[in-house]
């Protein structure tokens, strides 16, 4: 089982930045992973928001992210981050992230580990 941490969240203006950090400890660290960014806004099912591939450094990214975020890691002290830009309003909720062995996919379901969440609040 892999545990991980989120950091970093935190209130912010629109149009301003943060970047979310992922503390990942655990098991062999992270031959054939997935290790993901979701979020959860009040009353609103969990959302994809980017993953990437720990071995590779493959990216994915949802639609809505439309270049504003970026995924990244840190293989060497078993990092994961997340930098975000251009905030809005809507991106406020509280952003997670998760692990999964195998393929990649979008779909929380398929996310086996996860962390505590951390929130990100977007003023107007």
């Known amino acids: 089982q892999v545990q991980l941490a989120e950091s970093g969240g935190g209130l912010v203006q629109a149009g301003g930045s943060l970047r979310l950090s992922c503390a990942a400890s655990?098991?062999?660290?992270?031959?054939?992973?997935?290790i993901g960014w979701f979020r959860q806004a009040p009353g609103k099912e969990r959302e994809f928001v980017a993953a990437i591939r720990w071995n590779g450094g493959n990216t994915y990214y949802a639609d809505f992210t439309k270049g504003r975020f970026i995924i990244s890691k840190d293989n060497a002290n078993n990092m994961l981050y997340l930098q975000m830009n251009k905030l809005k309003p809507e991106d406020t909720a509280v952003y997670y992230c998760?692990?999964?062995?195998?393929?990649?996919?979008?779909?929380?379901?398929?996310?086996?580990?996860w962390g505590q969440g951390t929130q990100v609040t977007v003023s107007s």
């Open positions: 998760a692990a999964r062995q195998g393929s990649y996919s979008s779909s929380s379901n398929d996310y086996r580990d």
């Open positions: 655990g098991r062999t660290l992270f031959s054939g992973y997935i």
